[in-house]
């Protein structure tokens, strides 16, 4: 892939921030110097998340500097980094969407690379893993290896790399995901949703040491990511049919407290003991109790589920991802030949975004 094609899809890069000040400028300057030779329009998306610092003023500063091509969305208030990502792939227009991190520790010069290979490859969700990771091995590069393991081993999705931010995806697709909580370390998970395993890929990247500021993440991390992980599997194994995760529960407890029941039952009527003070009939009967709940909460969920699929009936996705151009583009620089062909006004031109 040496040759870049003389078209590349509308790309909408969406970099969440929150207490970055000084790496606004530099980042941006990053961003246009890896995008220069992108031959298709695009656009930068900066989520300022309630930053109380100068990164919301100086994204701002930046954005009259560049031209209307940069946007800035901010919050009021912090609400974290998988809310401003959602917020940026609500508003991107492309075709394809970028995310990374405004820590100047992901590589913008490898997006243009990863387009194009997610394109060759025909991917709707190609990952970057950082191959030479330049971070502290205690409080990140250790609980980053746990949690890929941990998360890959439990939901099949084998991606190994699921911190590093730099991600391409078909809008189509990722817009089809909703992002809440702390989930955007889980994307890959959540794309396979919607989208074929096999079309999710991923490939190395570069990965640079922090310049400013300081990490929000430390080694607590993995235990969030434990918790995280449980809400994951329940709705990666058991969205379509939550009846059969609550209802396994409830059998199991229905049928030891049943057997519970049956054997203090023998104890009563046919050896004739006391079994009112014995600790195994409360046990039991709290097991029968919890029994009852969980296979009650398993039918109360298989309703709502059914609710759900019927209010979203239809396609998943488009069949299509073309975007029709509008303003605010950052347009590629048109060669010498095709800049001369230009329609005079007037003139009737043909084009696509």
């Given at each position: ?26 980042m941006l300057a990053r961003v246009h110097e890896g995008l220069a030779a992108y ?112 998360i890959a081993r439990v939901t099949g999705v084998k991606i190994r790399d699921y ?36 079309r999710i890929g991923e490939t190395a990247v570069s990965h640079n040491a922090r ?143």
């Open positions: 892939m040496t040759d870049r094609p003389a078209t590349a899809p509308s790309l909408s890069i969406v970099i969440p921030m929150y207490r970055e000040q000084d790496s606004v400028a530099p031959p298709g329009p695009w656009e930068l998306i900066c989520v300022d998340d309630g930053s109380l610092d100068e990164t919301g003023r100086r994204l701002l500063e930046q954005a009259q500097h560049y031209g209307p091509h940069v946007r800035v969305i901010r919050f009021a208030r912090n609400h974290g980094q998988t809310m401003a990502m959602q917020a940026g792939i609500d508003a991107a227009r492309g075709e394809v969407i970028a995310t990374l991190d405004g820590d100047l520790q992901n590589d913008p010069a490898d997006i243009p690379r990863m387009v194009e290979e997610m394109v060759a490859r025909d991917l709707d969700l190609l990952a970057g893993y950082r191959a030479n990771r330049q971070d502290a091995w205690l409080s990140r590069k250790l609980p980053s290896k746990l949690a890929n393991r941990l911190g590093c931010s730099l991600k391409i995806y078909r809008a189509r697709v990722i817009k089809e995901v909703r992002l809440y909580g702390e989930m955007h370390r889980f994307i890959p998970v959540w794309a396979a949703m919607v989208t074929a395993p096999q310049q400013f500021g300081e990490s929000k993440y430390g080694i607590s991390r993995t235990f969030r990511v434990i918790l995280d992980l449980l809400t994951v599997f329940f709705f990666l194994r058991f969205r379509a049919r939550p009846g059969h995760f609550f209802g396994s529960i409830g059998l199991v407890f229905g049928a030891l407290g049943g057997a519970a029941m049956l054997y203090l039952a023998v104890v009563k009527f046919v050896l004739g003991q006391s079994i009112g003070n014995r600790p195994l009939f409360l046990i039991a009967v709290l097991l029968l109790v919890f029994s009852i709940q969980f296979l009650t909460t398993g039918v109360l969920a298989e309703m709502m589920s059914r609710i759900f699929y019927q209010q979203h009936e239809g396609p998943l996705n488009a069949a299509s991802d073309k975007a029709e151009p509008a303003p605010g583009w950052h347009q590629p620089a048109l060669p010498a030949a095709a800049a001369q062909a230009r329609p005079l006004p007037g003139e009737v031109a043909s084009h696509s975004a």
